[in-house]
């Protein structure tokens, strides 16, 4: 071969060479993947669970071109669970995604102990629920993301009382046996805060909340803390109705409970949780081994507050708080 001829061969290969490198890290997975989806209580479609598939779709994964999902949920019903996770793992699917809480997670581990399975532990303890060993090394075909959420509960009280300083009685709603970890955690931090905690646990839904936010009225609470449960996200605009009609700041942890007239939330962003927990999926699809990848942990969380509902209670948000605060809705 001529000099000539050779230079232009190598003038060709390192022309295309960054073009073959580019298509290869743009290229969709190649093989079908197969994902199986357990929730507890949300139906296909609700926001956080459009969060994961669309960051499935953004690495690649499109269903109907190479992507199957299996789709289960118990619609609020704890025991339908361990069926709904057998049925799951016979279908044999390359991974499964648990986005709810740690009954799915348990009725998961007891179902298989080979299908990596994914986890979005979002208002639940992963290794005091038994699931792993621990977060730095998960030890078992489970891992995933922790939202901090049990711990954020008693950051909650903190801000609360900040907002609302007189305050002594604090009325408690959650959804047993989903916030139990949370309310536990709660309670501690209530000691040390000087609080005493009404506590209004509710049952599957539909929930009494009138009956719960008039309990809360003949126990004289002085404010009120919702913990996180998927089961309230759907009365969020009721929930603040309630809180403000009865005269009691109430804190959540999702932003869209503010958004709805609740007087202040904070918690991690949970579309950012479910994008994670996508980022891990893909990872396994590639070849990661579950129990080697350490459970991730959100590096950062939001305060918003609602001034608009504030005023109407007659309270003034301390501008320490403001300056905390993500948001400021007015």
């Known amino acids: 071969m001529g000099t000539s001829r050779l230079g232009r061969l190598m003038v060709l290969m390192l022309v295309l060479l960054p073009t073959t490198s580019s298509l290869a890290e743009g290229q969709e997975p190649r093989k079908v993947a197969r994902v199986g989806f357990l929730d507890d ?32 949920s118990g619609g609020g019903h704890v025991d339908r669970l361990p069926d709904l996770a057998a049925e799951l793992v016979r279908l044999k699917p ?30 639940w303890d992963p290794v005091a629920a038994g699931v792993i060993v621990s977060l730095a090394r998960p030890a078992t075909n489970l891992t ?3 939202a901090l959420a049990v711990e954020l509960a008693a950051k909650r009280l903190e801000l609360l009382k900040e907002v609302v300083p007189r305050a002594r009685r604090v009325a408690v709603l959650w959804h047993r046996p989903r916030a139990a970890d949370q309310f536990r955690i709660l309670q501690e931090a209530a000691q040390i805060l000087k609080f005493e905690v009404v506590s209004l646990e509710v049952g599957v839904p539909p929930h009494d909340l009138e009956g719960a936010f008039k309990a809360a009225g003949r126990e004289h609470a002085d404010a009120v803390l919702v ?16 809180a403000l009609r009865h005269r009691l700041p109430a804190s959540f942890q999702r932003p869209a409970y503010a958004e709805a007239g609740g007087l202040m939330s904070y918690g991690p962003d949970i579309d950012d949780i479910m994008r994670r927990a996508a980022d891990y999926t893909d990872r396994i699809l590639k070849g990661a ?3 080697e990848l350490p459970v991730e942990q959100p590096s ?30 007015e």
């Open 41 to 72: 209580v949300s139906p296909r479609g609700v926001a956080w669970l459009v969060a994961f598939e669309r960051r499935l779709a953004e690495l690649g994964y499109v269903e109907g071109r190479n992507l199957v999902i299996e789709f289960r």
């Open 94 to 123: 390359d991974v499964i995604a648990h986005l709810g809480g740690p009954e799915g997670a348990r009725a998961l581990k007891q179902a298989t102990s080979t299908i990596p399975v994914v986890f979005s532990a979002i208002e």
């Open 144 to 146: 995933g993301v922790s």
């Open 227 to 242: 913990l996180g449960s998927p089961a309230f996200f759907p009365e969020r605009k009721r929930l603040a109705e309630l």
């Open 289 to 291: 081994v579950p129990a």
């Open 300 to 329: 950062r969380f939001e305060l918003v507050v609602n001034a608009k509902t504030a005023k109407a209670l007659g309270l003034t948000i301390p501008r320490s708080l403001l300056l905390q605060a993500d948001r400021a809705i």
